[in-house]
């Protein structure tokens, strides 16, 4: 079945790294089920090349063949699944439904966490590997960055913050 063997891939990817990962008896369906920071979209070419990523990070990686990868972090899931209709994949949610989700969001990031942007921008200096861990942040430790990189604004999108009701 295609869950087993996701399942055994992860287990596996998770090993590589001396960590045990524990999965859940029933998967949600037509289910929203958390939230996730995009931080970047790259090539299966691209993320390969980023040597100093974690061995089953890297495992992971190719799992998931060639193409393209969304990288997310700061994983949080909803305590209770809402029920959704439509189709799996990316969409627009309501703002109601949207501010009532952020009520019932845990953190739900494993750790230690990987933090992307320090591994692709040290391929992309073509730097070597950092010292053990210098790259993997724990769980509930925040980063900031600016994004230099934002080339205007769509009114249809909004920062996450700015309806995120106080928890």
């Known amino acids: 079945e295609d869950i087993a063997r996701w399942e055994a891939i992860y287990q596996d990817a998770f090993a590589a790294d001396g960590h045990i990962v524990s999965f859940p008896e029933h998967y949600p369906t037509s289910a929203l089920v958390g939230l996730v920071q995009l931080v970047d979209v790259v090539s299966a070419e691209d993320f390969a090349s980023w040597k100093s990523l974690p061995k089953g990070v890297q495992r992971e990686g190719r799992s998931h063949g060639s193409g393209f990868y969304f990288l ?13 209709s439509g189709q799996h994949k990316l969409w627009r949610l309501d703002h109601k439904m949207a501010v009532n989700a952020f009520r019932g969001l845990v953190g739900s990031e494993q750790t230690p966490s990987v933090r992307f942007l320090p591994h692709r921008d040290l391929a992309r ?7 053990a861990g210098s790259l993997a942040h724990s769980r509930g430790e925040k980063e900031e960055e600016e994004d230099d990189n934002d080339g205007g604004s769509d009114d249809s999108l909004h920062d996450v913050n700015d309806w995120m009701p106080d928890r």
């Open 125 to 131: 200096a073509g730097g070597s590997a950092p010292a």
């Open 72 to 84: 997310v972090e700061q994983h949080q899931k909803l305590a209770v699944p809402l029920k959704m």
